[in-house]
């Protein structure tokens, strides 16, 4: 990948959470691939889908998720309260780690709106970065 990777609000919090898991192997490694990209370069912030939904089962003609009725409403929802939380708007273009030092600042209210009921719970509860986050034990 060449170009800079374009991502959505919920992603812009959920993926730092990524642990392997994924709907196929296709997917898992176009997201692993998008996020070596997004370290190195950084990214833009997009509406809609981004270089992560692009290779989504779920995605329908390139521009909603199908995933069930009414998750493409709820995944912009999602979007827009992700980028209220971090203070950004689409169209900016920021480095990863900018992003990840918001994180520990913000994950209370995430937690409490998104991921009790959020079918990934299981996979990112694998992840450290968010049991440390979650129990109140990630420090600087």
Not at 23 to 33: D, Q, T
Not at 53 to 81: H, V, W
Not at 123 to 130: G, I, K, L, S, T
Request: aromatic content about 12%; overall charge neutral.
């Amino acid at each position: 990948m060449s170009h800079i990777p374009k991502l959505r609000g919920h992603h812009l919090i959920c993926l730092h959470f990524f642990n392997g898991k994924g709907y196929s192997e296709e997917f898992i490694k176009s997201l692993r691939e998008t996020l070596e990209n997004v370290n190195r370069v950084g990214f833009e912030i997009c509406k809609g889908p981004d270089d992560i939904c692009r290779k989504c089962p779920y995605l329908e003609n390139g521009e909603i998720c199908a995933y069930d009725e009414q998750s493409d409403e709820e995944i912009t929802k999602m979007d827009g309260f992700a980028l209220e939380l971090l203070k950004k708007t689409t169209g900016t273009k920021i480095k990863w780690h900018d992003i990840k030092e918001v994180i520990p600042g913000i994950f209370s209210l995430w937690l409490k709106r998104y991921c009790k009921g959020c079918s990934w719970k299981g996979a990112c509860e694998e992840n450290a970065f968010y049991r440390e986050l979650r129990d109140g034990k990630y420090t600087l």
